[in-house]
């Protein structure tokens, strides 16, 4: 598979993994559309989670990645899986969250790590991960780098808009891992790490990558578990099938957009926002209007100006009446995010996160057809709610919202009782240069 920026220029997988953006300051997108609905109905309900990665991995990048160094990667990458959860006739929860961070990230940010790894073993030279997040993204990066040898990695996050638990997962670790604690948004942090990118210096004098959801290597991998849960046939049958995406920066729908092209019978996406909606107006009004981003309980999810809209419009070729046939927005607000909380566990005993609670709420909106502005959900359908984060990330809001308290795995629990360690930035690119090259200019 190749890759294609928006000034034209084309980069192979390896190269598109290791420059993050493109040098005209675009995204890379895919130019192929493989078709692999043969490969994807050769998958059956026993087909373990890696085998459904590797041999996907295999298709999409050989003869870079062979299958037996495809089959390396996903077997480094996942020790966890993902999984499905019938809470009734009509919503399915597809949980993502039991890896090491208890997020959604981790899939596609261990596989990066192994993939980087891989192409790294035959160099001897060293890189710097620079990543900047509202909160999950750190987390799960920094545990899919923390001691790989021949990588740093450095995490930006917004000083005061991460919860006390995001905020230890990123800064306890140590070792190679270095958070920056920003005084700014997220928006702030992304916009930073775009400029360091970009800069002369740090080009020549550092080796700098990217691993949050802009880089390829982290987006495609997040195709996988799209594809694994619609394989599970004794639970999904043979019923229309739409999957609910609670999102951000766009990165986890952009994926299953792009398996979808690929031959994945899934009929359509939500794409499930708080009040950070400018995807779901642009979907209604065919104008995006990127704006500063407003606080909400589900934190990931606040994004202003999402990334990847760049990737689904190229996909689109601009057009918004081919994109509202498949995706369809719907926002939520906080009040509503703490209700859908509530109602999941009264009626199936079941703990969720915000960012799923906002996903649960938007899918029976979706399901009863009131805000679904082109075509309802047909009468058999079902549709699959990406439960991106564990409900103990989210421990106060949870417990706030459902009047119980969720059990607390035993890995969050651990990192609880570190210490933080972290450098304070302001906004400006000067103070990031300069930590970069006092730490790891050669
Ligand atoms: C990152 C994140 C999201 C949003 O995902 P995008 O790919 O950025 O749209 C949703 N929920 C949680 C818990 C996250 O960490």
Redesign the pocket.
Known sequence: MKFKSKSGGEASFRDALFLGLAPDGSLFHPVERPDLAALFRSFGEETPFTEVSAATAAALFSPELDSEAAERIAARAFSFQPVLRRLDEKILILELFHGPSC???DFAAQFLAATMEEFLRADARRIQILVATS???GSAVAHAFHNREGIDVVILYPSGRVTELQEKQLTTLGGNVHALEVKGSFDDCQRLAKEAFRDETLHRRLSLTSAN?INIGRLLPQTFYHIYAMTRRGSLGERPTTVCV????????TAGVYARQWGLPVRAFIAATNINDVVPQYLTSGVFTPRASKKTLSN??DVGNPSNFERLHEVFQGDVKAMRSVIHGIAMSDAKTRESMKEIHRRYGVFV?P?TAVGYAAAREYLKGSSVPVRGARRDEQVIVLS??HPAKFLDIVRDSVGAEPPIPERLARCLALPKRSTVMGRDLAGLSRFLLDSFAK
Request: proline share 5%.
């Open positions: 997020a959604f990230k909160g999950d993204t959801s609670p999102s951000g920066n766009f990165g986890n729908l990931a999810m996160d960012h991106t984060a």
